[in-house]
C-alpha cells in the first residue's frame, strides 16, 4: 500500500482541497489543482474520495463532476452530463469506448481533510 510519505517525491504535489464535510455523497464538486481541473466524488457506499478529469474527452467541456453517480456492477461510475458515456471512477477508463479514459488522480483523506496529488510528469 502506498503511504503518502511515499507520494512526497520532486515530481508530486499534494494539494488539500476541501474538506471531507465538503463534499455531498454521490455528487461531484469541482476544482482547480495546481492548475489541473478535476472532478471529487465522495461515493455513498464506501465513503471513499475518487478524483478524475473534469474535462469530458468527448466534447472537451469541463462537467464530468456534474455526471451522474451510479455504478456497473460494483464498479462506480460517472456519466458524462452531455453525452452520457459513463466512466471507471477509480481507474478513469470510458465503459462505452475503451479507447478513451478520464485522467485520474490519487486522493488522501487526512485529518478530515481531502487531498489530491499531482503527479507533475504526466
Known sequence: ??????????RTTIVAVCRLADLHPDRG?????????????RLAVTDEVL???????????NVIARGLVGSRGDVPTV?????KQAFDLRTGRCLDDP????ATYPVHVVDDVVHVVVDETG
Open 79 to 83: 456519466a458524462s452530463p452531455l453525452l
Open 1 to 10: 500500500m502506498t503511504t503518502y510519505a511515499d507520494l512526497l517525491t520532486t
Open 29 to 41: 464538486a469541482a476544482a482547480l489543482v495546481e492548475g489541473h481541473q478535476v472532478a471529487l466524488f
Open 51 to 61: 478524483a478524475v478529469s473534469h474535462r469530458d474527452p468527448f466534447t472537451g467541456a
Open 99 to 102: 479507447d478513451v479514459a478520464l
